[in-house]
């Protein structure tokens, strides 16, 4: 259990670095909100672009793969537009899903790994700042094999 523990501390220190990273650049991403009674290890950091910027997550995406940062997609989102509800019946509620449709448009979830050290997380921040001074486009060359 004191590995468990451990390993905990270092997700959520890890997650407290990216918010520091991240609130100064509020105005181009939504972070994370977490609930004063919830408790959770934090697997990868979400967050959005916020749609006002313009800017793809796709290319937000490329610019961290590129850059040998692994990244993905926030999966769920809207669950109505996955390939396995497909042909099936469901309900949605009359003012729709709009944050969900959000989610999926402008989500990404960075590394949060125990294992990510600060020298990795700068550099994460650096290709973001990149990205960021670059007006949400790729600046980063793909890194061989």
């Not at 290890?41 to 006002?52: F, G, K, S, V």
């Not at 993905?72 to 019946?89: A, Q």
């Not at 989610?103 to 994460?124: K, V």
Request: hydrophobic share 35%.
């Amino acid at each position: 259990m004191n590995k468990i523990r451990k390993l905990w501390a270092l997700r959520e220190e890890r997650f407290r670095w990216h918010t520091e990273f991240l609130r100064k650049h509020e105005d181009k991403f939504l972070l994370p909100t977490i609930l004063p009674e919830t408790e959770t290890t934090w697997l990868c950091y979400p967050i959005q672009l916020r749609p006002e910027t313009g800017w793809s997550r796709r290319k937000l995406q490329t610019q961290l793969e590129d850059s040998g940062i692994m990244s993905r997609v926030i999966f769920s989102g809207n669950i109505t537009r996955h390939p396995m509800l497909k042909g099936h019946e469901y309900r949605i509620q009359s003012d729709g899903l709009a944050t969900c449709d959000q989610i999926m448009q402008h989500g990404i979830m960075l590394p949060c790994h125990p294992t990510l050290t600060r020298a990795d997380c700068e550099y994460l921040y650096q290709v973001i700042e990149d990205f960021l001074a670059a007006g949400g486009e790729v600046t980063a060359k793909r890194q061989a094999g």
